[in-house]
């Protein structure tokens, strides 16, 4: 790592269930911030809201991140928001050094976000962010806060619930990364981001970056709320990294990342 503490710790795993829980095992012994597990396979790989991360051997990058931050656990959501600029930095580094078909793939196409913690590549998901929040029994100042990161690199076959939305960076750019730099270059962005969103405790430095990608700006929406769906205009993040969706009669509403989902109208995105 050409890092000063992003994943200069580094634990390998190559089969675990999954890198968020093993690194959640290793924060209660006392590991440090900027701790990373990584791992080739995981058998029980999580998505938000309980769903799965599909976890295939060689061909993947799955990795968290352990975080011990100075700041309150309520601004502990914008993470995902933080690692999802360093990861859509970290690709297209990686990409650009790589010449011939990266070079002219980087011109057509940039890496997008769909928010708050999805990145696309031609419309096609491959990374998905997960961070989960953890506080210590008895001492609610005393927190970690673990991120967790899966990238879709080399080719492959998806299973089919999932075949029409997910891709890979192999198969949408013609280019095989290796997943050692990938992970090499995202733990350097990731620590210039925080950085950033350490400076003022929110996205304000990194927030015209991160709409900058967003898939969805400016374009209608459909927000799956526990509370009920409703569509509007994605008008992109605050610096608080909530969604602000415009409504039919022109009212701005902010939609929190902990509960819904956003999609197109007509689809994934
Ligand atoms: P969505 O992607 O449906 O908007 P989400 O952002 O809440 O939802 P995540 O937590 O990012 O979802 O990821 C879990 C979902 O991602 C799964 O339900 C599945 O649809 C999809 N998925 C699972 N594994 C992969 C993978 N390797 N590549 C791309 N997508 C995947």
Known sequence: MQTKWAGKN?????????????????????????????????????????RSWESPAGKNIYFSLLLTPAFTPDKASMLTLVMACAVTRGIEQVLGENAGMAADFLELSKPQIKWPNDILLNQKKICGILTELHISPGNA???????????????????????????????????SLSRKRLTQSIMSAFETCYELFEADGDLSLLMDEYNGRLINKDSQVKVLDPKGDFTGVARGINAAGELLVELPDG???????????????????
């Open 251 to 269: 009212s701005v509403t902010t939609v929190y990342a902990g509960e819904v989902s956003v999609r197109g109208t007509c689809g994934y995105v």
């Open 141 to 175: 100042d005393e927190y970690s806060v673990i991120v967790g990161v899966g990238i879709n690199v080399k080719a492959q076959e998806f299973p089919e619930d999932i075949a029409g939305k997910a891709g890979s960076i192999e198969e949408l750019t013609g280019v």
């Open 10 to 50: 580094l634990h390998y795993y190559e089969c675990i269930e999954s890198t968020n829980t093993t690194l959640a095992g290793l924060a209660m012994q006392g590991a440090c911030h900027g701790t990373l597990v990584v791992a080739d396979r995981q058998t029980a790989g999580r998505g938000r809201r309980g």
